[in-house]
Structures are given as C-alpha cells and as structure tokens.
C-alpha cells in the first residue's frame, strides 16, 4: 500500500466501524449519505449532501452544505469555507473525519525546535499501558470503549507492528468479560497440520503424539476473548471450522465425537486487505463478514506523526530502567531524524530502535548516527535527503541550447503522473469488460469499491 508524497487521507469513524479513505492530488468532493458522495456516510446524524471538501494548492479545506447538524472542526462550529491541517478532527453530526498527510506533506514536519511534543493520554489497562498522542487514535479508542460494550464481532485491520493487539486487548477490558482469559493467537505461527488441533484441542490418540488429552485454544477462552491475529493465515479447513464454531458455539476436538460448548469473543486482526483475500479464493467470504461484522482501522505510524517523540522517550525510559540506569536526552537533530524515517515496521520497530539505543548508547545524548544502521540507510536515500521538493508535474522540455542536437538526453515525466496514467488506463479497460458496472470493475482489479468509485470520479471515468 503505497502513496504518494503529500497524498492527504481521512479517517472516517461512524457507528461501529472506522476506514481510511484516499483523497485525490486535487479536486472537490462531497460528504453525505447521498448515493452520489464521492465520500458516502451511512450514520443518521449525516445530511445528504452535508459537506464539501476541497483539495487544491497542496491544502485541504471544508465547507458545511447548509447541513441539519452543521460542521465542527476542532468542537468549533464553522459556517464558511474552512482550512484544514493535519490532525484535525471534522465533526459531521456523529460522524467524524480525521485529515492525514502522506509523508511528503505537512504532516511530516517535526515539531524539535522549541515546540512540545503531542499531548499524551495514558489508558492504564491492568497492568498493561497504551499511550494515546494522535487525534485519531484518541477518536479510534473512543469507539473501541463503545464496541466493548457489545458482543459484537469486531476486525481489526492495519500493518504489522501497528498496535492491532493493544486494541484487541482494549475490547477485551472495557468488556464484561472482562474478568475472564484474553487469548492471543498468532494465525500464521501454527502449522497448517495442526491448526485444528491447536484451535479445538485433541482427545488421548487422536494422532501420534497425542498422549493425553488437550484442550484448544479457544476452548481455553471460554467466557472471555478469543484474539485472532493475523486471521488471513488460517488455511482454509481450519477457515471452515472456525465459522462452524462461531455459528453453533460449539468445538469439537480433534477424535472426539463429543461437542463441548463454548462462551467466546472473538477479536480479530490482519495487515491483508481481506476482501482481495476473499476475491482470490484464499479467505471464506461468510467468515469475512462473520468476523467484521464491526470494524477498526489503525493507521500506520508515518501517518501519527505526533506520536513518534512522545513513544521514542517513552520506550527509550522503560529500556534504560530495565538496565537500571538513566535515560539519556534525544537530541533535536535525533528526534528530527525519527520523524523523518517511515517506520515500516510501525510502532513495534520505534520500540526496537530505542531498545538499541539504550543498549549501545553510553553518552548522555543520542543523536542521529547512534540510530540503528536501517534507519541511518533510509534516511539517507535520495528521497529522503529533504535537500530539495519534488517538482510538479511539467511538460517535458526538449534540450537545451548547450546540449547537442545529435544527442539528446532521454524524456522523463514524472512517475507519480505515469502510474496514475496507468492506472486510469487499467480501470478504464475493467469497467470496459464489466459493461460499466463498477462493483465487477473493482473486483477484477482487486480494489475496494470505494477507493474504485473515489478515482473514477477523479479520472472522469
């Protein structure tokens, strides 16, 4: 999944579900529950044709459509067109919008120079810590307290390190099964020949090695929370058995013939885009709306700026008392450095970073070249260096007067302006061979519908 430099995104919560929309390079969309919104809404509290959003000049603005519940930014009510900076919360009614930059817009530029970091929340869950610092998040953990009063299946969807198993465990805390066993399942840690042994439990023989009796993991649950992580790994059979529990609340151990009822929860996680898994016939379609039946997205790290100081100093002192020493500082050039670097590997990996300082650091302050080798690499990349912004798109210009005639050098354009090219042509040539039905279009080409409505209406398609 990746985007292009000062690509702004939103994050939309409305009742029981969040999702990450892309909004284009530039254009002008409506927000409603009207079947034409190039960003359609379903909550009551929403009008029609509630709000317009205008992205040009590298900016995003909102304007409020003379809507019943009018348009909040910040909790402050806005009547006339209205900018918008990254991070701010857009309130429709219930519905609220969070704007994201990509990582070449404005929500990129580090706050170390006599600014203060992000205003951090702690969630103290038990004996288990979540630090809150991103205006998304704080809106995201506000609907994860709401699901947790239900028994609602809920997906968690987002990247590897993202903090899919501290919202799962946050469902599990805030719930009335409270009280009761959190179980953690890595999906695609378990062998596919004995996954079915591992979720159902076996009985004494019921294959060589099974010695006695076991009962499965999420027999082990019972009356408490079952968490699926990474649930696109199942196989298939195991797929199969795991609905058939869901439906019936019952498991049946491998060789028994006996059905044991069972009170579960069942939360669970993938970084897939799970409908191109349904798509491609590697994930059951029931299943898939069995499990999401609510939804959360968790937007990566390089999207939650704010986030990476407050988190750097946090993991940085956790790691240096373990070693029962003091903390050293992150200097202003170490922490401009962090906010700068991509964080493939998500909050997990800024939590390893630190861990490395901590143990090879002996000054009293860290600075960029005590970073771990990786980020040092990645930062150093041309599209990293920061030396100069990328050029808009331009007409490619012929040779110049000292250049020779006989020789000219090759004609570039940009690539952004290439792969969008490309893309359009791909969808055009879909919605061709569908006979212009979009639904059809968007799963030949493995793109949610909404994301494939959104660029259409971009490309003129």
Not at 96 to 118: D, E, H, I, K, M
Not at 123 to 146: K, N, S
Not at 162 to 182: C, D, Q, T
Not at 285 to 307: N, T
């Amino acid at each position: 999944m990746g985007e292009r430099p000062g690509q702004y995104r939103l994050l939309v919560v409305e009742g029981t579900t969040s999702s990450l929309v892309d909004l284009p390079p530039q254009g002008i969309l409506l927000v409603g529950r009207a079947p034409e919104a190039d960003i359609p809404l379903t909550d009551r509290s929403a009008s029609r044709r509630h709000a317009r959003l205008f992205v040009e000049g590298g900016g995003v603005r909102v304007a409020d459509l003379e809507s019943h519940n009018g348009v909040r930014v910040n909790g402050q009510a806005v009547s006339q067109v209205h900018p918008l900076q990254p991070g701010d919360v857009v309130s429709l009614g219930e519905v609220q919008l969070v704007l994201y930059a990509g990582a070449g817009g404005a929500a990129r530029a580090p706050s170390v120079s006599g600014g203060s970091p992000a205003q951090a929340e702690e969630l103290v869950l038990g004996e288990r810590v979540i630090v809150v610092a991103d205006p998304a998040l704080h809106r995201l953990y506000g609907l994860i307290r709401r699901l947790a009063a239900s028994e609602l299946p809920v997906l968690i969807l987002g990247e590897t390190g993202a903090g899919k198993e501290n919202a799962a465990f946050s469902l599990h805390h805030w719930s009335r099964r409270s009280a009761k066993p959190f179980v953690a399942i890595n999906c695609a840690t378990i062998a596919e020949s004995l996954a079915e042994s591992e979720l159902f439990g076996h009985e004494k023989g019921a294959f060589t090695g099974a010695s006695a009796a076991k009962p499965g993991l999420l027999e082990t649950a019972n009356g408490g929370t079952v968490f699926l992580d990474e649930v696109g790994e199942l196989p298939l059979a195991s797929q199969a058995k795991l609905l058939r529990a869901l439906e019936t609340r019952r498991i049946l151990r491998v060789g028994s013939t006996q059905e044991r009822e069972i009170d579960i929860r069942i939360v669970a996680a993938t970084h897939r885009h799970l409908e191109n898994e349904v798509e491609a016939g590697r994930f059951r379609k029931d299943l898939f709306f069995r499990l999401g039946a609510a939804s959360v997205v968790l937007p990566p790290l390089r999207d939650r700026p704010g986030e990476v100081e407050v988190l750097a100093r946090r993991f940085l002192a956790e790691a240096c008392g373990a070693q029962a020493r003091p903390a050293p500082a992150l200097s202003a050039a170490c922490l401009e450095a962090l906010s700068r670097y991509d964080w493939p590997g998500n909050v997990r990996e800024l939590k390893n970073a630190m861990g490395y300082v901590a143990a090879t650091v002996a000054e009293a302050t860290v600075e960029p070249a005590h970073l771990p080798e990786r980020i040092l690499t990645a930062l150093q990349a041309p599209a990293r260096t920061g030396a100069a912004p990328p050029t808009p798109p331009a007409p490619v210009p012929g040779p110049s007067a000292g250049a020779s005639p006989s020789a000219p050098g090759p004609r570039f354009a940009p690539l952004a302006e290439e792969l969008r090219a490309l893309e359009r042509e791909r969808m055009a040539e879909a919605l061709r061979a569908t006979g212009g039905v979009k639904v059809r279009a968007a799963e030949l080409l493995g793109m949610p519908l909404r994301t494939f409505t959104l660029k259409c209406k971009q490309y003129g398609l």
